[in-house]
C-alpha cells in the first residue's frame, strides 16, 4: 500500500513553450465566446486575500497554508541556480502549472474548500499543504462539471531582464527511453544507440545524452557500449573557421555549417578514435608487449595521429607549406616511438622530434584563433521508467577555465538538465544520492595527439587543481572503469582460484604533468594495468571463521539481477553458525528495485527493507521471506533503524530533506523530522544513526556538507560541521562521540555530541577533530603508504573498542582507535569495499561483516582477537561468496551478477547498546554473553 500522506506525482510529458502559448489563445477564445453567450464567470469575493510563497532552496516555503474559500495564492520561484519548478497537485487534477523559470511565478484562486497537497514534478519531496476554509467539501479530484465557480489560475513569467540560468530543467520526454541491459566487452565498432542517449536533438555539434537509470551498468547510459561500458562518451571539440563561414553562401543553413570537430562522436567516427577496430589490443598484457612498434597494429591510427593530419590538412590552405612540416614531422614521431615502451607515458619534449612537433602545433592553434570554438552540449535525463525515482547530476572532474563548472543543481530532481562544455579535457559526473553513479565525458582537440585530458584538472574533492596526469586522476578514472563496467567487477569463488582482468580502452590519451609538459600514454589500456598491478589471481575464498558468529546476517546484494524482475536487487541471508547462504529475498511481486539498506524491530519478526532506487520500504516476513507490507515513504529512501524506546521505524529520504518516523510495523507515518530548517538548502540526508538511548539522530547530509542532529522528543535540530560530502554516520555506545564518514574529502570526522567535548586530538579534547584517511597520499604523486579514499560505512564496534570505515577507491578498511581517534591500521577489502556493520562472536566480543558492490564476497573482520580492547591487532577472520547455493531458498532464478552488489548489512541479533537489551529470548539469542548483553555495563553486571 502506498501512504495516501506522501504520494508524489512524476509527469511524464513534455511541457513547451509552443503549447503554453497555445494554451493560452485557446483560454483566451474559449472566455470570449462563452461571454458572447452570456455566460458569466463568477470572480473571488471582494475581501478574498492573496498569499505567497516562496519556491527556494527546492522547498515551498512555508510548507502549510491555512486560507479561506476565494483566496488566492501565488508561488514565485526564487531559485538562484537556473532550477525550474511547477506546482502540482497530488492525488488530484485542479492544480497543474505549466513550468515556473527562477523569476517567474504561478497563480491559483481556491474556490473549493477542502485540503490540497500539492508538489513539484521535477523534485518529488518538495511539497506543501493548502487548507482551504468554508466547510468540509473536499477538493475536486477530478475534471467532472461542478455548480461551483471554476477555479482560476496564471502564470508570469520572469521580468525581461532576468538572465538566463546556465544550466536548464524539463519536464521529462513522453518517449521514455528503453530498459538497458549491461553486456560483455565489445569488439569492432560501437553499437548502434537503441535510445534517446547519445541521439542528436538539434542542429550543429551533435550533443551528448545520458539517461539516468536504475540498472547495473548503464546509471549514466549513453545507449551505446564501450568497451564494457555504457557511461563513457567521446566529442571533438567543434571549431567553425570564419573564413570558411564568411565565404559561405549557405550562412543561414546551420546544419552545413564548416566544422572542425563534430561534437560527439558516433559510429565509425567514435570506433576510430577509440581505436575499436583493433581487437588484438584487449588481449594484450603488460608482460607481453616490448615497444609501440611490436603491437602489429598502424601506429599511427592508434596513437590518432592519422585524424591530427587530417585536421592539419582542414584548417590550413592547399599548398601550405606547415601541411608537409607536420607530415615529415609526425613521421619522426612514429619513428621514436617505435622502440619506446607501450605501457609507460611518452615525455613528448623529451624527444628529438618532441619541441619542434610541438611549437607547431602550438602555432597552428594560435593561427586557428579567429576560429570560433562551439561548446559540446550535454544532457542528462531523469524519467520513469527507467528512473524511479530523482538524481543529480554532479561534476566530478573538469578542466581548469572550463565555463558553467563546477556543474551542480540545488538537489535531486526528474527531468532534464543541461551543461556544456567550453574546454577540451576530461569531465566526469556522478549522482551525489548514488554516487558509484558515474558519467565520463572526453573533449578532444583535434589539433593534438591523442585525446585530450586537459592540461590541468579540478577535482571535487580538498578544492584540487591538479595536472592531468595526477595519481588521484587516474585513481579515478581505474575505478570509472572498474565500477561502470560490469565485465570487470570481482568475481571470486570459494573452490577455486579466479583470475580478474579488468579491461580498458586501447587509446592513447595526452596528459600533462606539474611543469605542464605533455605526456603522451600511447595505450590506456596497458598503462593502467601497469599502474594497478593487474591481472590478478584472485585466491580462493571458502574461509569460514574458526569460531561461529550468533544469529544470522543479512546484506543486500543490490546487483543480482533475476528473471521475474526488471529492477535489480536481492537480500541475502547468511546463518553465522554455519556460514550457510540459506535465503534471497528479491520480492519480484513488487519488482524491488535496488534494496539498499535493512534493520528489524525488537521482536525480530520483520525485516524492514528500503529501495535506494524508488520511494518505498518494504516490511518481510523474516521467517518466511514474503512481503508483508510496502509503504511509500519518499524518493530515494536510503538507511532504516528502529527507536529502542518505541520501537518506531526511522527513514532517511536520501532524495529529501526529511527522516520519516513511522509506527512500528512501518503500517503508517507517524512523523516528518526536517533535517534543515525551512528556506534552507535541501539536506539530502543518507545513512544516519540513532543513538542508543533514543535522544537523536543524526544524519549526514550529502548536498549540504554538513550533519544534522535531531532531538527525537522535540523533533528540534542543529547542525555540525563536516567533511565534503558526508555520507554515513557511527555512534560510540553511550552517544557521546559520533564519526562521519566525508566521501568526496577522503576524512573521517570526530563530533562531540554533548557540551564535553570528545574528540581526542594528541591528547587533548576537542569539540571536532578531522581525521585524514590521505595521511600518506600525495593526490599528484600518489602514495607512500596506506591510505583511505571515498569512505562510505563507518560503525563503531558495540564495546567501543574500534571504529571501521570502509573505503570504495582504496579498496580497503581503515580501523581506527576511539581512544585516540587515530588510524592504527589498514586491512583489505575488495572492489567497491561499501558495508559494515557488527554481530555478536560466539562465546564473546564481535565480528564486522563487510560487503563489497562489485564484488560477490563477503569479509568477516575480528576487530579485537585477544579482547584487550587494542584494535591494532584487528584481522581478517574469515570470507567467503554469497552466490546462492544448493539449498539456498529463492522466489525468483538468479540470471546474472549472483552474490554482487553488497552494501548494507544487518546481523540479527542487533547487538549495539540499546537494542541487545532489548531483544528477545529465544534459543539463538541465549548464546550472547553477559558482556555481549550489557556492552557499556557490563562491570558492574557480570562481576
Known amino acids: 500500500m502506498r501512504s495516501p500522506q506522501l504520494r508524489r506525482m512524476f509527469s511524464s510529458g513534455r511541457y513547451r513553450k509552443s503549447r503554453l502559448r497555445a494554451s ?10 462563452l461571454s458572447a453567450m452570456g455566460v458569466v464567470f463568477a470572480g473571488p469575493v471582494a475581501s478574498a486575500a492573496t498569499h505567497t510563497v516562496e519556491q527556494r532552496n527546492f522547498q515551498f516555503v512555508p510548507g502549510t497554508l491555512s486560507i479561506a474559500t476565494g483566496d488566492t495564492v501565488t508561488w514565485t520561484n526564487n531559485e538562484t541556480d537556473g532550477s525550474v519548478h511547477s506546482v502540482v497537485q497530488s492525488g488530484g487534477s485542479e492544480i497543474n502549472s505549466p513550468d515556473i523559470p527562477p523569476g517567474g511565478s504561478f497563480s491559483h484562486t481556491f474556490n473549493n474548500p477542502g485540503e490540497y497537497r500539492l508538489t513539484c514534478r521535477f523534485h518529488p519531496d518538495m511539497f506543501m499543504t493548502v487548507s482551504v476554509g468554508g466547510g468540509g467539501t473536499p477538493p475536486p479530484t477530478s475534471t467532472q462539471p461542478t455548480t461551483t465557480p471554476p477555479p482560476t489560475s496564471s502564470t508570469t513569467a520572469p521580468p525581461s531582464t532576468t538572465q538566463p540560468p546556465s544550466s536548464s530543467t524539463q519536464p521529462p520526454s513522453s518517449t521514455q527511453s528503453p530498459t538497458s541491459s549491461p553486456t560483455g566487452t565489445q569488439t569492432g565498432e560501437p553499437e548502434v544507440p537503441s535510445g534517446p542517449g547519445g541521439a542528436p536533438i538539434g542542429v550543429g555539434p551533435l550533443p551528448i545524452s545520458f539517461d539516468l537509470t536504475d540498472d547495473n551498468g548503464a546509471w549514466f547510459d549513453t545507449n551505446l557500449n564501450l568497451f564494457g561500458t555504457r557511461s563513457l562518451a567521446v566529442a571533438e571539440l567543434p571549431r567553425v573557421n570564419l573564413g570558411s563561414l564568411l565565404g559561405s553562401a549557405g550562412l543561414l543553413d546551420l546544419n552545413n555549417l564548416p566544422l572542425l570537430g563534430d561534437g560527439g562522436l558516433l559510429g565509425g567516427s567514435l570506433g576510430s578514435v577509440l581505436n575499436t577496430g583493433m581487437p588484438q589490443l584487449e588481449s594484450l598484457l603488460p608482460a ?67 619541441v619542434e612537433l610541438q611549437g607547431l602545433l602550438e602555432n597552428l592553434t594560435t593561427w586557428a584563433s579567429n576560429d570560433i570554438s562551439l561548446p559540446v552540449t550535454v544532457n542528462f535525463n531523469v524519467a520513469k521508467p527507467s528512473a524511479e525515482s530523482a538524481h543529480t547530476a554532479t561534476s566530478l572532474i573538469w578542466p581548469e577555465g572550463a565555463k558553467g563548472f563546477p556543474f551542480d543543481q540545488g538537489g535531486a530532481w526528474v527531468g532534464t538538465q543541461s551543461v556544456q562544455l567550453t574546454e577540451p579535457g576530461l569531465y566526469a559526473f556522478a549522482c551525489k544520492i548514488h554516487p558509484y553513479m558515474l558519467g565520463a565525458v572526453v573533449v578532444d582537440d583535434p589539433l593534438t595527439p591523442g585525446l585530450d585530458f586537459g592540461k590541468k584538472l579540478r577535482v571535487n574533492s580538498r578544492n584540487l587543481s591538479v595536472p592531468s596526469n595526477a595519481d588521484v586522476v587516474m585513481q579515478l578514472v581505474q575505478k570509472f572503469f572498474n565500477i561502470t563496467a560490469p565485465s570487470n567487477w570481482q568475481q571470486f569463488s570459494d573452490t577455486e582460484e579466479k583470475l580478474w582482468n579488468p579491461s580498458y580502452p586501447p587509446v592513447p590519451i595526452l596528459t600533462y604533468d606539474e611543469e605542464g609538459k605533455p605526456q603522451l600514454i600511447p595505450v590506456l589500456d596497458l598503462f593502467l594495468k601497469q599502474k594497478f598491478d593487474t591481472p590478478k589471481t584472485l585466491p580462493a575464498l571458502g574461509k569460514k571463521p574458526a569460531v561461529p558468529g550468533v544469529g544470522e546476517v543479512w546484506i543486500d546484494t543490490q546487483k543480482e539481477e533475476y528473471a521475474e524482475k526488471s529492477k535489480v536487487g536481492s537480500a541475502t541471508k547468511v546463518n553465522t553458525e554455519t556460514w550457510t547462504i540459506d535465503r534471497k529475498v528479491s520480492l519480484p511481486g513488487i519488482d524491488m528495485n535496488n534494496p539498499h539498506n535493512m534493520w528489524t524491530d525488537k521482536d525480530e519478526k520483520y525485516i524492514y527493507q528500503t529501495e535506494w532506487f524508488d520511494d518505498q520500504l518494504n516490511v ?4 518466511s521471506g514474503e512481503l508483508v507490507r510496502q509503504i511509500e515513504v519518499g524518493p530515494d529512501p536510503s538507511h532504516v533503524m528502529t527507536r529502542t524506546d518505541t520501537d518506531q521505524v526511522l527513514v532517511a529520504i536520501n532524495g529529501g530533506a526529511a527522516v520519516m518516523e513511522l ?31 533514543a535522544s537523536v539522530t543524526m544524519t549526514p ?73 590521505w595521511a600518506n597520499y600525495d593526490p599528484v604523486k600518489g602514495g607512500t603508504g596506506p591510505f583511505g579514499g ?3 560505512q563507518i560503525p563503531v564496534a558495540p564495546d567501543n573498542s574500534a571504529v571501521l570505515v570502509a573505503n570504495t577507491l582504496t579498496s580497503n578498511i581503515t580501523v581506527i582507535d576511539p581512544k585516540t581517534d587515530e588510524t592504527v591500521k589498514y586491512l583489505p577489502c575488495d572492489a567497491g569495499c561499501h558495508g559494515i556493520n557488527f ?74 547498546n540499546g537494542w541487545v537489551q532489548n531483544v528477545p529470548d529465544n534459543a539463538v539469542n541465549s ?3 553477559c558482556r555481549q548483553r550489557n556492552p557499556v555495563d557490563y562491570g558492574s553486571k557480570c562481576s
Open 288 to 354: 607481453d608487449v616490448g615497444g609501440l612498434g611490436d603491437l602489429g597494429v598502424d601506429p599511427a591510427q592508434l596513437l590518432n595521429l592519422d585524424k591530427l593530419l587530417g585536421a592539419v590538412n582542414e584548417i590550413l590552405p592547399v599548398g601550405d607549406p606547415r601541411i608537409g612540416q607536420v607530415n615529415d614531422l609526425v613521421g619522426q614521431l612514429l619513428e621514436q616511438l617505435s622502440e619506446l615502451p607501450a605501457d609507460l607515458p611518452v615525455s613528448l619534449e623529451d624527444l628529438p622530434v618532441g
Open 701 to 773: 547530509n550529502v548536498n549540504t556538507y554538513n550533519s544534522s542532529i535531531i532531538d527525537l522528543q522535540t523533533g528540534q535540530l542543529r547542525q555540525e560541521r563536516t567533511g565534503e560530502l558526508p555520507i554515513a554516520v557511527g555512534m560510540d555506545a553511550e552517544n557521546k562521540t559520533a564519526y562521519v564518514a566525508d566521501f568526496l574529502g577522503g576524512t573521517v570526522s570526530c563530533i562531540s555530541l554533548t557540551a564535553q567535548d570528545m574528540c581526542d586530538d594528541g591528547g587533548t579534547k576537542t569539540h571536532y577533530k578531522s581525521i585524514d584517511l
Open 620 to 623: 518481510i516476513d523474516r521467517k
Open 839 to 912: 554481530g555478536a562472536k560466539k562465546g564473546g566480543g564481535y565480528y564486522a561483516y563487510v560487503a563489497s558492490k562489485f564484488s560477490n564476497a563477503m569479509t568477516i573482520v575480528d576487530t579485537d582477537p585477544n579482547g584487550d580492547g587494542d584494535p591494532s591487532d584487528a584481522k581478517i577472520a574469515g570470507k567467503f561468496v554469497l552466490d546462492s547455493q544448493e539449498n539456498t531458498q529463492t522466489d525468483g532464478e538468479i540470471t546474472k551478477f549472483d552474490g554482487f552488489g553488497g552494501m548494507g548489512v544487518l546481523p540479527i541479533p542487533l547487538v549495539y
Open 24 to 33: 493560452r489563445v485557446l483560454a483566451a477564445t474559449t472566455v470570449f465566446a
Open 663 to 693: 509506527s512500528p510495523g512501518a503500517t503508517r507515518i507517524d512523523r516528518r523530522l526536517a533535517t534543515q530548517e525551512p528556506g534552507s538548502k535541501i539536506a539530502h540526508p543518507h545513512g544516519f544513526w540513532t543513538a542508543g538511548d
Open 927 to 929: 548464546q550472547l554473553t
Open 790 to 792: 571515498l569512505p562510505i
